[in-house]
T-cell receptor, first 114, second 114 residues
Framework: EAQVTQNPRYLITVTGKKLTVTCSQN?????MSWYRQDPGLGLRQIYY???????DKGDVPEGYKVSRKEKRNFPLILESPSPNQTSLYFC?????????????FGPGTRLTVL | GENVEQHPSTLSVQEGDSAVIKCTYS??????FPWYKQELGKRPQLIID?????GEKKDQRIAVTLNKTAKHFSLHITETQPEDSAVYFC?????????????FGKGTKLTVNP
């Protein structure tokens, strides 16, 4: 089944404890992206990747890191999480390298930073 | 950069009525406009999209219209049903440096009352 997966789905952590949210897609998509969703603010892009080893900042990259060592995986890293990073996170992928095509979203990761 | 404004932020209709959500965009070069539906606790999923070479596209009870001159596009849902209750996001393809990306509106929470 073609899909985007994320893990974990739910995470409660404490300020400053490094964490990684994994994202994987099995559709051979070139483009992958991370969004955060907050009430009233919609979907805001954190980072995106147009291909292996090619990543760039989105609209709200502060406090986040990403890597794209393989085409299928695009992990999101929070080196020192803070409470303002409490949010719902979505990974997405699309066939085209620019992301300006149909985006397929993962199931979401609800992160709480205490 | 591209700015996508979406209105209204909340919309409540009676079952069987029509619902209209409108989005405006700023980049006159934008030529791809998708709509995503996000049910409660679920991921956003594409429901319909339109490209700038057409003015209207229909798929059963949903339709999207595009006015490139005025730089706005709208989602129309006819004969609404309770299962149409969700948050709807519009998006527009935007130039991003030497690449492109999707810019999302802030979302409209649609409630269909039985």
């Amino acid at each position: 089944e073609a899909q985007v997966t994320q893990n974990p789905r739910y995470l409660i952590t404490v300020t400053g404890k490094k964490l990684t949210v994994t994202c994987s897609q099995n559709m051979n998509h070139e483009y992958m992206s991370w969004y955060r969703q907050d009430p009233g603010l919609g979907l805001r892009q954190i980072y995106y990747s147009m291909n292996v080893e090619v990543t760039d900042k989105g609209d709200v990259p502060e406090g986040y890191k990403v890597s794209r060592k393989e085409k299928r995986n695009f992990p999101l890293i929070l080196e020192s999480p803070s409470p303002n990073q409490t949010s719902l996170y979505f990974c997405a992928s699309s066939w085209g390298g620019t992301g300006a095509d149909t985006q397929y979203f993962g199931p979401g990761t609800r992160l709480t930073v205490l | 950069g591209e700015n996508v404004e979406q209105h209204p932020s909340t919309l409540s209709v009676q079952e069987g009525d029509s619902a209209v959500i409108k989005c405006t965009y700023s980049d006159s070069a934008s030529n791809y406009f998708p709509w995503y539906k996000q049910e409660l606790g679920k991921r956003p999923q594409l429901i319909i999209d339109i490209r700038s070479n057409v003015g209207e596209k229909k798929d059963q009870r949903i339709a999207v219209t595009l006015n490139k001159t005025a730089k706005h596009f709208s989602l129309h849902i006819t004969e609404t049903q309770p299962e149409d209750s969700a948050v709807y996001f519009c998006a527009a393809k935007a130039r991003a440096g030497g690449s492109e990306k999707l810019v999302f509106g802030k979302g409209t929470k649609l409630t269909v009352n039985p």
